[in-house]
């Protein structure tokens, strides 16, 4: 199961200063490497995206995009890939880890940097999931390469910020709301004690009671995405700012999952978005925006990769 919040509570964030410096400690998964496929691309305005591929490389390929934050770690980790026979490729979104920031982009311009890793890897069609941050992405590149996405799916994914008949606040948490309002002050807000604690609140999950292999995935995945706020910063602006694109251009099938007790991103974020797009079929699971979800997860990965006879989620 993927669990990665959106947003990180104040509760759980504090400084970390060395030198003056905010110390990235980067912990490695139990082996000590990462051992998948990695590689990196070059797109025409002349960035770098890096990326991985995880599972069978002769499955149908489903890329799956990380929330905020998060990196080209950031996958499902217990064997979800090779069971459901999928193809996963993941990718650090500009600005994390190490792809190039790339200043004032829209979620729209996630299609484009998946196409150029799509296209590096040979991949002519392929499904797309977005898990909490990463799921608006996920549509923007449904909507943008409707002859190559043959499936879409969101887990726990926001709605737009500025849609007239979405309260984006309504059922969320206070320290949630907390973390939009400081979004909302700009960069210069994020990149403060924000950024700090994210880090913070990344490598104290080295001593959590998460399981093995999810613990040393997570620490591994959002480290690397923290290596700088850029990531963040973009992200919140990005999402805060109109999405770049019509969600009525979303043509595939689309499964929208929730979680019944989120409070990170309420319900009523994928009800909207349910609502909103033609062929989507909203999906309530059990549990809050971490889980445990692990079951229906791995079934929408088998629905995503085309394996129609898997059990699917009760709504």
């Not at 993927?2 to 139990?30: C, K, T, W, Y």
């Not at 082996?31 to 591929?53: K, M």
């Not at 998060?70 to 996963?88: I, K, M, N, P, T």
């Amino acid at each position: 199961m993927l669990a990665v919040p959106v947003r990180l509570g104040r509760g759980a964030r504090q400084a970390i200063i060395s030198s003056g410096r905010v110390v990235v400690e980067v912990v490695m998964s139990v082996s000590g490497q990462v051992t998948t496929p990695s590689g990196q691309v070059t797109t025409p305005d002349g960035r770098e995206l890096h990326y991985c591929t995880w599972g069978p490389l002769d499955a149908p390929p489903v890329f799956v995009l990380h929330g905020t934050p998060g990196s080209r770690y950031l996958r499902h980790a217990e064997g979800e890939y090779d069971r459901q026979r999928v193809r996963a490729i993941t990718y650090d979104r500009p600005g994390y880890g190490f792809s190039t920031r790339l200043p004032s982009r829209t979620v729209a311009q996630a299609a484009a940097d998946v196409r150029v890793i799509a296209d590096h890897l040979g991949v002519d069609s392929f499904a797309v999931v977005g898990i909490s941050g990463g799921g608006p992405n996920a549509l923007a590149v449904a909507a943008a390469l409707p002859d190559r996405v043959t499936r879409c799916a969101t887990i726990v994914g926001i709605g737009p910020s500025d849609a007239d008949d979405l309260d984006m606040f309504e059922g969320m948490s206070a320290e949630n709301v907390a973390d939009w309002k400081v979004a909302m002050q700009g960069e210069s807000a994020l990149r403060g004690d924000y950024y700090v604690g994210c880090v913070q609140w990344a490598n104290s999950l080295a001593e959590s009671e998460l399981p093995e292999p999810i613990r040393s995935m997570l620490v591994e995945a959002l480290t690397e995405g923290l290596r700088t706020p850029d990531g963040i910063v973009d992200d919140y602006a990005a999402q805060l700012a109109p999405w770049g694109f019509d969600l009525s251009r979303v043509r595939c099938p689309v499964r929208v999952m929730v979680a019944e007790h989120d409070t990170s991103v309420p319900p009523t974020h994928g009800q909207w978005l349910a609502r909103h797009i033609t062929n989507a079929e909203l999906l309530t699971v059990p549990g809050d925006h971490f889980g445990p979800r692990q079951t229906e997860e791995e079934a929408l990965l088998g629905w995503l990769a085309g394996h129609d006879n898997e059990a699917r989620p009760v709504n």
